[in-house]
């Protein structure tokens, strides 16, 4: 149905739709040729032709005679974006370069009247400035019939063509003729009054109409319009002029110079509408004497009353066209208005019929929509239920871990005061109250988060001196700062500055933030704390700011949400600290803002308003006790930002293990501790970065790996990876070392071709047997590789891809190479695009062997086969065969290396 209403409303359109209109088009017009009258008999051509074409707009400029003003009127027009130039040149040479600008700018040139120095134009139109100097010759000798003065009226600037095309062409017929005489050429015939009366002028030859009504006036002054002949030219219907003087007899003739607008036009339009024009057009010229003036004259005045007819009819026809489009204006608003409203009303039908339905289906859905409300309302409260449950578990585990952490701590506090503990067992003692201190802290941040979120921690705000405070807060970080060599400074405006706050919220938040930035400012650095109040005395300013790591934009976005950890730094977060302070001080009305830029520090700012105004009643604790730093909160924050003290007197050895073992851990403790057990037995290799690690793996080649996943730099899978798919690091055993521990991750860690996963926390004993395994697991995998050197079922044995594949390329060099004498490890570390040092380390892992050793093993294997299954050789042939310079070395190394000579190896098995 609605396709039919809008077929019909298309066609009512359609009905009323105007024929498509014609390209428009801009034809630029500059002339700087002839007299006035002239150049207006011209226009008037032009705009006569161009009624015709209702699709052209003409911009017309009169250059008024000169060249340089032309130059810059066709620039303007090319500005215009005109579609075609008629130019008549005042000049030809001045002209010419901007001619061929426009030519070349691919807009059409049409010149008029006067050619120019090149042929960059599309179409010449013109007539013969020389033939009709010529006619009037013709015309003079004939009036004169060969005897007579004549006197010549240029009235055109000397130097302009068609001034000196008209001079020569009436020179050169009347030089033919000995009894006239030439007097001379003059500008006009007023400063000639005296030359007219001594000279017995004959005739006047004026090169255009209006210079001969001035050579009649001035005869006619003097008494000589009867014996004084003019001829003219231009033959412009103009009146008074040209064609009315010939009627008048004022003068004898003139010579018709047609002025080419017309014909312009028309080709302008043909070129514009793609149709066929000619290049060059020459108009022709004729005398008007008094022969043929009447049929002229009714000719031209014929030509002008067709003319205001067609102007008139035109004007009719622009009047018919207003009203055809004022009617199809009203046709087309009634059918835009009747289509609108049988659309709409269809579509009001439509709508009608639709509703009906969609009220049916909303009641049917309102109804499931009201059960899957229920339902939620149900699933909500029971979610609440297991959150609240899950929670008050997870705060009863935290309550639960204070006690085994208290009777842990006790006793370590004990034995660590003791002066007979030996100092490695009292490195590790430390290292075990650090970490319990550590959980002890993350258990109390916790339990305080869970009483915020349940609304029951409530702030119990005293009046103190804030300065005194932060002080003394601060003042427990002076030992670390001692310890690691920062310069830490306390500085405050005032000495005194009360403000309402709870003593025991306010330190956990600075302790929180002093702490961080102790454990990310590394030794030599600066903390400084300050304290003043801002301008308007309305708040208090605690700022903490360090030169530490500092965080990139990110992690300042997220530094405050609960749980949030980055991987910048070598420690890593709980997530917690933060989140607590901010809730902690907005408790107090206040804010915790941040600036920081990666490597340039962190700058924390702390804003506590100051009064009591902000603070409800039973939020005031008018009569409080004395604050007093607790000591286990003191120890709790600081002991994590210590630095941990490295055991390295057990590390030395007298004798340096043959075997190394790279571990990349950015936990000092957990390196430490590793270290400790395994270098009795390895040379140990430590880093904390990841991207560190990935190089010293290249570096130093070496014959297992330890890494964690979590790391600064590339993650322990990207390192795996990476390694693995090497072929100078595709041998080494990899062990992934870390926290977590789900099977999917576990799955994961093992398609990067790890060759162990051992979740964190772990047993030392399996991590060294592990170690143990699959070193001797690649001891065995040398002798799959090295049992038989040439035999190619042991190199096809190889159970991984990539050492098998190295394998295959190195022996399949040496081969190739065997009897080459000149043959070294260099040509070998070409081919392969290694380095010596990592092609020794890798054939000594895979292999066993010593590079030089194989290539000469190899060599061995060689000649036994050819002394053995080569009988025609001879022993020097053998030699050469396998790289001896001489038979003579290849004995001597045979016998050192077989116990035989290969004589005696020949012999014995023959």
């Keep these: 149905m609605f396709a039919r209403w809008i077929a019909i409303f298309y066609l009512l359109l359609s009905a009323c739709s105007n024929k498509p209109a014609a390209r428009k088009f801009t034809i630029g017009f500059s002339q700087c040729l002839g007299s006035d009258d002239w150049r207006k008999t011209m226009l008037t051509e032009m705009n006569r032709e161009l009624s015709f074409h209702n699709n052209i707009v003409l911009l017309y400029r009169d250059a008024e005679a000169s060249s340089q003003r032309q130059v810059g009127q066709i620039e303007d027009l090319i500005r215009q974006h005109i579609d075609l130039l008629i130019v008549t040149p005042n000049e030809a040479k001045p002209l010419t370069p901007i001619i061929e600008k426009v030519y070349d700018a691919g807009i059409p040139v049409v010149v008029v009247d006067r050619k120019i120095d090149s042929k960059k134009y599309t179409a010449f139109i013109g007539a013969s400035n020389y033939e009709v100097g010529q006619d009037a010759g013709i015309y003079a000798a004939s009036?004169?019939?060969?005897?007579?003065?004549?006197?010549?009226?240029?009235?055109?600037?000397?130097?302009?063509?068609?001034?000196?095309?008209?001079?020569?062409?009436?020179?050169?017929?009347?030089?033919?003729?000995?009894?006239?005489?030439?007097?001379?050429?003059?500008?006009?015939?007023?400063?000639?009054?005296?030359?007219?009366?001594?000279?017995?002028?004959?005739?006047?030859?004026?090169?255009?109409?209006?210079?001969?009504?001035?050579?009649?006036?001035?005869?006619?002054?003097?008494?000589?319009?009867?014996?004084?002949?003019?001829?003219?030219?231009?033959?412009?219907?103009?009146?008074?002029?040209?064609?009315?003087?010939?009627?008048?007899?004022?003068i004898s003739a003139t010579m018709l110079y047609p002025t080419g607008g017309q014909e312009a036009i028309q080709t302008a339009v043909n070129i514009l509408e793609n149709r066929y024009y000619e290049k060059e057009n020459r108009l022709s010229t004729t005398v008007i004497d008094s022969t043929n003036i009447r049929i002229t004259k009714l000719q031209n005045e014929k030509v002008l009353a067709q003319q205001k007819d067609i102007d008139r009819r035109q004007k009719k026809i622009e009047e018919q066209e207003m009203i055809r489009r004022d009617q199809n204006r009203?046709?087309?608003?009634?059918?835009?208005?009747?289509?609108?409203?049988?659309?709409?009303?269809?579509?009001?039908?439509?709508?009608?019929?639709?509703?009906?339905?969609?009220?049916?289906?909303?009641?049917?859905?309102?109804?499931?929509?009201s059960s899957q409300r229920n339902q939620l309302i149900e699933l909500g409260k029971k979610a609440k239920e297991a959150t609240d449950a899950k929670f008050n578990f997870f705060t009863n585990i935290s309550h639960e871990l204070r006690t085994p952490l208290t009777l842990i701590l006790g006793p370590l506090e004990d034995a660590l005061s003791s002066p007979k503990l030996h100092f490695s067992i009292k490195t590790q003692l430390e290292m075990v109250r650090k970490n319990a201190m550590r959980l002890l802290r993350l258990v109390n941040q916790l339990m305080d988060f869970r009483k915020i979120e349940e609304g029951k921690m409530k702030i119990r705000a005293s009046e103190n001196n804030i300065?005194?405070?932060?002080?003394?807060?601060?003042?427990?970080?002076?030992?670390?700062?001692?310890?690691?060599?920062?310069?830490?400074?306390?500085?405050?405006?005032?000495?005194?500055?009360?403000?309402?706050?709870?003593?025991?919220?306010?330190?956990?938040?600075?302790?929180?933030?002093?702490?961080?930035?102790?454990?990310?400012?590394?030794?030599?650095?600066?903390?400084?704390?300050?304290?003043?109040a801002d301008a308007g005395k309305k708040n208090a300013i605690i700022t903490i700011t360090d030169t530490g790591i500092g965080m990139t934009p990110e992690t300042q976005e997220h530094a405050f949400d609960l749980f949030y950890q980055n991987n910048e730094g070598k420690y890593k977060g709980t997530g917690i600290g933060l989140a607590l302070s901010k809730e902690l001080i907005t408790l107090h009305q206040g804010s915790i803002k941040i600036r920081s830029e990666k490597w340039k520090g962190a700058t924390f700012e702390i804003c506590l308003p100051l009064g009591r105004d902000h603070l409800q009643e039973n939020e005031l604790d008018k009569d409080p006790?004395?604050?007093?730093?607790?000591?286990?909160?003191?120890?709790?924050?600081?002991?994590?930002?210590?630095?941990?003290?490295?055991?390295?007197?057990?590390?030395?050895?007298?004798?340096?293990?043959?075997?190394?073992?790279?571990?990349?851990?950015?936990?000092?403790?957990?390196?430490?501790?590793?270290?400790?057990?395994l270098s009795k037995s390895y040379e140990v290799i430590e880093t904390e970065n990841g991207n560190m690690g990935l190089n010293l793996a290249y570096e130093i080649?070496?014959?297992?790996?330890?890494?964690?996943?979590?790391?600064?730099?590339?993650?322990?899978?990207?390192?795996?990876?990476?390694?693995?798919?090497?072929?100078?690091?595709?041998?080494?055993?990899?062990?992934?070392?870390?926290a977590r521990g789900s099977m999917e991750q576990q799955i994961e860690g093992l398609k990067?071709?790890?060759?162990?996963?051992?979740?964190?926390?772990?047993?030392?004993?399996?991590?060294?047997?592990?170690?143990?395994?699959?070193?001797?697991?690649?001891?065995?995998?040398?002798?799959?590789?090295?049992?038989?050197?040439?035999?190619?079922?042991?190199?096809?044995?190889?159970?991984?891809?990539?050492?098998?594949?190295?394998?295959?390329?190195?022996?399949?060099?040496?081969?190739?190479?065997?009897?080459?004498?000149?043959?070294?490890?260099?040509?070998?570390?070409?081919?392969?695009?290694?380095?010596?040092?990592?092609?020794?380390?890798?054939?000594?892992?895979?292999?066993?062997?010593?590079?030089?050793?194989?290539?000469?093993?190899?060599?061995?294997?060689?000649?036994?086969?050819?002394?053995?299954?080569?009988?025609?050789?001879?022993?020097?042939?053998?030699?050469?065969?396998?790289?001896?310079?001489?038979?003579?070395y290849f004995s001597t190394v045979m016998k050192s290396k077989l116990g035989v000579t290969p004589t005696e190896y020949r012999t014995k098995i023959t």
């Design 330 to 369: 009203i046709i087309l608003a009634i059918s835009v208005s009747l289509g609108l409203a049988l659309i709409m009303g269809a579509i009001l039908f439509y709508y009608l019929r639709e509703n009906k339905k969609i009220n049916a289906r909303l009641a049917l859905q309102n109804g499931e929509i």
């Design 625 to 677: 006790a004395p604050y007093e730093l607790n000591y286990e909160d003191e120890k709790i924050y600081t002991s994590e930002s210590e630095p941990f003290k490295q055991q390295t007197q057990e590390d030395s050895a007298t004798i340096k293990p043959e075997q190394s073992v790279l571990i990349i851990e950015d936990n000092p403790e957990i390196r430490t501790f590793i270290r400790r057990h």
């Design 467 to 532: 300065i005194e405070f932060v002080s003394e807060i601060a003042g427990a970080f002076s030992g670390m700062a001692a310890k690691k060599n920062i310069a830490y400074r306390i500085e405050a405006a005032e000495k005194d500055l009360k403000a309402w706050f709870d003593v025991n919220m306010l330190d956990k938040i600075l302790f929180n933030i002093l702490s961080n930035a102790f454990k990310y400012t590394n030794d030599h650095g600066a903390i400084t704390v300050t304290v003043s």
């Design 752 to 888: 990067m071709n790890a060759d162990a996963y051992i979740v964190k926390p772990f047993n030392i004993q399996y991590l060294e047997e592990q170690i143990r395994s699959l070193l001797k697991n690649r001891e065995s995998l040398k002798g799959h590789y090295t049992s038989e050197l040439a035999n190619d079922s042991a190199r096809n044995s190889a159970s991984r891809k990539i050492d098998r594949k190295f394998v295959n390329e190195f022996t399949a060099i040496i081969e190739n190479n065997i009897a080459n004498e000149d043959f070294s490890v260099n040509d070998i570390c070409t081919e392969l695009g290694i380095s010596r040092v990592q092609l020794y380390r890798k054939v000594k892992a895979v292999l066993g062997y010593n590079v030089n050793e194989y290539i000469l093993e190899v060599r061995m294997q060689k000649a036994k086969y050819l002394l053995r299954n080569e009988m025609e050789l001879s022993i020097s042939e053998v030699a050469y065969k396998v790289g001896f310079s001489s038979a003579a």
């Design 701 to 738: 080649v070496p014959d297992l790996i330890i890494s964690d996943i979590l790391l600064p730099g590339k993650d322990g899978m990207v390192i795996t990876e990476t390694l693995k798919n090497d072929i100078r690091t595709s041998h080494i055993p990899i062990i992934i070392l870390t």
């Design 143 to 250: 009036l004169l019939k060969g005897k007579g003065n004549i006197l010549e009226m240029a009235g055109l600037p000397s130097g302009a063509s068609p001034a000196i095309d008209r001079h020569k062409g009436f020179i050169d017929v009347i030089s033919r003729y000995p009894g006239l005489k030439y007097i001379k050429k003059v500008d006009n015939a007023r400063s000639e009054e005296e030359t007219l009366k001594t000279e017995n002028i004959d005739l006047l030859y004026a090169q255009n109409d209006p210079m001969a009504l001035e050579a009649y006036n001035i005869c006619k002054k003097l008494g000589l319009d009867n014996r004084v002949r003019i001829i003219g030219i231009d033959g412009l219907s103009t009146p008074g002029l040209g064609l009315d003087m010939v009627a008048s007899k004022h």
